[in-house]
Each structure stands twice: as structure tokens, then as C-alpha cells.
């Protein structure tokens, strides 16, 4: 049998600077398996195809992980050109590009391409019903990537979490610091799922693959235990409880009725993983452990610098 230590699979990883990007570079990096190569969005736009090409000749990786996307909900009933060109034109770039020369692609996707109104949680092969021109945007992407490139993985995830960017974990834990009483919605049902997790699992499948596994297509993943995001609020404020004295002393919950939003949510995210167990034995792992894990981080990367500024 080959010694896959002695040839590492060489990845090249878009969106190197968001938040699975980020994780995925640092895990990937970090293991024997791999050479990797990663650029940040700012370094490679996935849209132009000119410079899809360059990148790609000049490594000629043997897999391509794209986590770059336009991820701002709300933002793209406003800004649709630069969303479908980020999540469903420059898709079809990577894949025409990575198809000429024969490299499978790995490519990040969500759970807004369903309606959220099947409560009992979504599968791989359920229609897809985008609420808003985020999801939309999305579907389009899967679609098209199917269309040119055989060999692909398509990985619909939820309620991505990390200490980077702007998402649901930062946004409750800064209103926290700050006000004496917030409000979550507690009728919208998901999986969190922490960015650490998610890179995790991509690992997991491109060393199958990398060894033999044939087992393209689309896949499910999503933090073990269905919640709220009122019910993650009130992990992330017990969580974070443990290193400061929060200014909040109560959480109400709302419908999401309630809310100010441009677009509309699915009520329920739920993915179904078994799937993603069946072919590569990848079990899903509580979100709770990783939230307590990526809390502690995140005041970790804050001392830090408060350490470096001072």
C-alpha cells in the first residue's frame, strides 16, 4: 500500500481569510496529510476567471476547497449582482477551470436552499426551496457545479459559528457586553455548527477520498442537538459567563415575527447527517462542546491582544 505520508495530497484552499477558510488552513497545515496552499479572497476572486486560471496552473493541486462566498443574508436582496456573482458564477468558474484540468472540488454550501418548513429535518435529495436571493444564490451554485464537474463534494452546512467575522456567537456575546436585557428569537430551529468542525469533517473526507473513496455528490453536516437560536443565546451567555461578568441579566425570547429583517429565514434548518455517516463513517459532534471550545478562543484571542496593545 502507498505511503500516503511520503506524497501528502496537495489542497488549495479559496477564502483562506473567512471563517472555515481560516480553520480549515490551520488544521489542514497542521497535518502530515497535506500541502496547502491558500489564498484569501483578497488575494484570489473566484469570479474572474483569469485569475482561477493562474492559480490554478501555477500549483496544480490535487483537490480545491472553495469556502469563499457571499454569506451576508440580508445584504443580498440589496446587493444580488455581487451575490450570485460570488455564489453561483464564480462556482461555475472553479469548476469549468478544475475540470480542464482534472481536480475535484470541494465546495461549501447551506442550509437556505430549503424553505424550512419540513420540521423533521432536511436530506440530501429534498427539492430545495430558497426563501431569499441568499439561498437562491446558493442553489444556483450547486447546480451549476454539478452541471460541469463530475467529481465534486458539495457540503451543505448551518449556523456556522467561529471567533472571526461577524456571526450569530460574536453578534450575542458584543450585545451581551453591552446591554442589560436581549432578545433571541425562539421559533427558528437549527444545528450550530462550529467553522472548527466543519474543516474537521472536510479533512476526514478529502483523506478518503485521497485514498481510494469514490464517493462524490452532496452531503448534510451540522453540530449534533436541534436547538433555537434563543436556546444557543443562552449556551453562548453561560459559556462566556465563565470568563466575564456580562452586562445582560435577561434573555427574552421573540418570534421571529418580531424582528427587522430584508430577508426571510427558514424556520427550520435541520439537516439530516446520515448520509455523510453511511459513506465516509463521520459522526456528528455536540455543538455545545464545540461552542464551550470556541469561547474559550475567543477570549483567549482577546487577551492576547489586549496583551500585544498594551
Not at 495530497?9 to 490551520?26: C, E, S
Not at 462550529?194 to 453540530?223: E, F
Amino acid at each position: 500500500m502507498q505511503d500516503f505520508l511520503s506524497t501528502p495530497a496537495k489542497i488549495l484552499i479559496t477564502g483562506a481569510d473567512g471563517q472555515i477558510g481560516r480553520f480549515l488552513y490551520q488544521a489542514a497545515s497542521a497535518d502530515a496529510f497535506f500541502n496547502v496552499v491558500a489564498y484569501s479572497d483578497a488575494e484570489l476572486d473566484i469570479s474572474n476567471p483569469d485569475q482561477v486560471q493562474v492559480a490554478l496552473d501555477e500549483h496544480l493541486p490535487d483537490y480545491v476547497i472553495n469556502t469563499t462566498g457571499f454569506n451576508a443574508v440580508d445584504r443580498a436582496e440589496e446587493e444580488s449582482g455581487r451575490c450570485f456573482a460570488l455564489n453561483a458564477d464564480a462556482v461555475e468558474i472553479l469548476g469549468r477551470a478544475c475540470g480542464e484540468l482534472s481536480i475535484p472540488l470541494v465546495h461549501l454550501s447551506s442550509d437556505y436552499v430549503f424553505d424550512g418548513h419540513y420540521a423533521s429535518g432536511y436530506k440530501e435529495d429534498d427539492q430545495p426551496t430558497p426563501l431569499g436571493l441568499y439561498g437562491e444564490s446558493k442553489w444556483q451554485g450547486e447546480e451549476r457545479l454539478r452541471a460541469v464537474l463530475p467529481q465534486h463534494i458539495i457540503l451543505r452546512v448551518s449556523w456556522v459559528f467561529s471567533t472571526i467575522g461577524d456571526n450569530f456567537m460574536r453578534r450575542a456575546l458584543q450585545q451581551a457586553r453591552e446591554q442589560q436585557s436581549i432578545s433571541a428569537v425562539d421559533d427558528r430551529r437549527g444545528c450550530p455548527t462550529s467553522a472548527a468542525d466543519i474543516a474537521r469533517v472536510i479533512i476526514a473526507m478529502l483523506k478518503q477520498i485521497h485514498n481510494g473513496a469514490d464517493n462524490w455528490g452532496t452531503y448534510h453536516y451540522c453540530g449534533a442537538e436541534v436547538t433555537s437560536r434563543y436556546g444557543f443565546t443562552e449556551a453562548v451567555l453561560a459559556a462566556a459567563g465563565q470568563y466575564e461578568k456580562l452586562a445582560a441579566e435577561t434573555l427574552e425570547p421573540i418570534s421571529s415575527s418580531e424582528l427587522c429583517s430584508d430577508a426571510e429565514r427558514p424556520a427550520s434548518s435541520v439537516l439530516v447527517c446520515n448520509k455523510l455517516l453511511n459513506a465516509f463513517g463521520i459522526r456528528q459532534i455536540p455543538w455545545r462542546n464545540e461552542l464551550i471550545a470556541m469561547i474559550r478562543l475567543q477570549y483567549q484571542e482577546q487577551s492576547q491582544q489586549e496583551t500585544e496593545t498594551a
